[in-house]
């Protein structure tokens, strides 16, 4: 890049200043993830809008890392985001208002440039593709509180929720760790997710009623679109792309968790895709092939064992034998590309999505095949129907 080309982004682009970060220390901002150095201080010329941080401290080999800490951000352009390295808490805490302008004047001054490696302009692309409907309100509507995402507030939420065997197994993996701290201080709560019902709990419906509300989740979706988004359909895709990002960056499982719902809500729709909520599924299908093709990734450069093992755990997940995804996939696909009549978009979409899978995992959704059409046992995302007794409930 031109001398004056780069130093133009220097300055129109925000800052992100790091103080006393310990040498092999790994630095995550998006899709990037790298080893700090002895020098290093932070990234600069980060393009304005939403970002996610994420760091995981070392022994001082460099060969074994804590659990990961993420943290949402919205730059402002030539804005100077500074955090300081606490040894004792082995984690990045914020300044005083009088101390982190003071270092925030001397970025300007690009007292620190030497020191701030940029911002990797080439993975732009795939960032945005991962983060286009995160808004600083969808950030501020979910984090936790003191805005850290780390599985080390997630430890008692997730003990009770139903997961698969893969699950179980993931969750031990990252609950694992010789940096655990029983008494490391951390928010007391995960994310505020949305609650996402399994079923339809409806007083009064006829037993076929419900049955037909829960095979086709299609009101389950306008009821939380109505009551929990204000209508909003990007908001919820807000939602969907928030936890996928904690989840693969952030190595959360209480947002793989919420990812699953939201998916396993999706493509749990029959009316919806094709009639009322066309234009939501044709968002839908763009960010989750994105989302999966990233995911999937196998030849990205990796620095650290922390992102390999994010992207270990989603691989896993949906390769096992008791994934969900494929299950849903087939039947969505069915739905679309069998439908007289069906929108350009969504149907373009739901092609590529179906090539992704297929050429990447070498899933085969052909309808004829009657062990794919088959819900594993464990399945808690296979259609339920709950017939209540209460009639308070």
Known sequence: MEGEAALELVKQGATLLLVDVPQHTL??????????????????????????????SSNREGNEFSPIVGFFIDASPSEVIVKKWDPKEERFLKLSEEEEERYAQAVKKLEFDRQLGPYGLDQYGDWKRLCNFITKNTIESIEPIGGEITIFSESEMVENVPKTSMEKVLAEQLKSSKF????????????????????????????????????????????????????????????????FVAFLMGQSLEAFLQWKLLVSLLLGCTEAPLHTRTQLFTKFTRAIYYQLKFGFQKDSKDTGRAEKGARTSLDESLLSADNFLRHLCKDFFSLVLDAPMVDGDLLTWTRKLRELLEQTLGWNFQQNSAVDGMYPEEDEFAPVVEILDDPDH
């Not at 899709?31 to 941080?53: E, L, R, Y």
């Not at 409806?202 to 979706?221: E, P, Y």
């Open 27 to 56: 630095i995550g901002i998006d899709t990037q993830m790298f080893s700090t150095g002895a020098n290093f201080k932070g990234v600069k010329m980060i393009p304005p809008g939403v970002h996610f941080i994420y760091y995981s």
């Open 180 to 243: 655990s701290k029983p008494d490391k201080k951390s928010p007391s709560k995960g994310c505020y997710y949305t609650s996402i019902p399994r079923v339809i709990k409806l007083k009064g419906a006829s037993g076929q009623d419900l049955t037909n509300m829960n095979l086709d989740k299609t009101q389950i979706l306008e009821t939380i679109l109505t009551k929990q988004y204000g209508g909003s359909e990007d908001s919820l895709m807000g939602e969907l792309q928030f936890a």
